[in-house]
């Protein structure tokens, strides 16, 4: 008389860093960015956008989720870089943006236009700039992006793409600013 050893397989459990998701994230970049589009947060806005550097100002922070303002620049990229333990997501007010993701095997590119909205769970690794403006055709005005991070950024890791077409960590930097603005 055999015996039927029945194991019970627990299903994935997953464990999230916030009660947040995705959804949620996505949804408070869109709200946010609808409010600066308002006028809402008009006096945390510069007085002349900047073109040398990449600027970024906080515009809602609790426990569970901050929610940052960035106006980018020609030419100057975010480098590879992951969120660290934060889920992040954008929504594109102005001009467009392009990023280079790391899928695990090679860099997939898209243009993130006005309007577009993108998620980062967790892993994600990328690197942004402002797109490039069409020949002949240089964009008047900021270009503007609302990004939502949960928990709050506290970290982020910088990669790079090694000449056998792997990704290498190449630094980790403690920081709660996006995308990593200047210090
Ligand atoms: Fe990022």
Not at 85 to 99: D, I, N
Not at 125 to 147: F, K, N, Q, W, Y
């Amino acid at each position: 008389m055999s015996h039927t050893n029945t194991s019970v397989i627990s299903p994935a459990v997953s464990i999230s860093p916030t009660p947040l998701r995705s959804a949620d994230l996505l949804h408070i970049a869109d709200r946010a960015a609808a409010e600066v589009l308002d006028g809402s947060h008009d006096a945390l806005l510069p007085a002349v956008w900047p073109t040398a550097e990449r600027w970024s100002t906080r515009i809602h922070a609790d426990d569970d989720v901050d929610v940052w303002l960035i106006s980018w620049v020609p030419d100057r990229s975010t480098e590879l870089h992951d969120h660290a333990g934060s889920l992040g997501a954008l929504t594109v007010l102005s001009g467009s943006l392009s990023e280079f993701r790391w899928t695990g095997e090679e860099l997939a590119h898209r243009v993130l236009g006005t309007g577009d909205q993108a998620a980062f769970p967790l892993g994600w690794v990328h690197d942004v700039t402002r797109a490039i403006d069409p020949p002949g055709e240089p964009r008047s005005g900021p270009t503007l992006s609302v990004h939502a991070y949960s928990p709050p950024l506290t970290a982020m890791s910088y990669y790079e793409v090694t000449d056998r077409g792997t990704l290498r960590r190449t630094r980790s930097e403690l920081t709660d600013l996006p995308e990593g603005a200047p210090a």
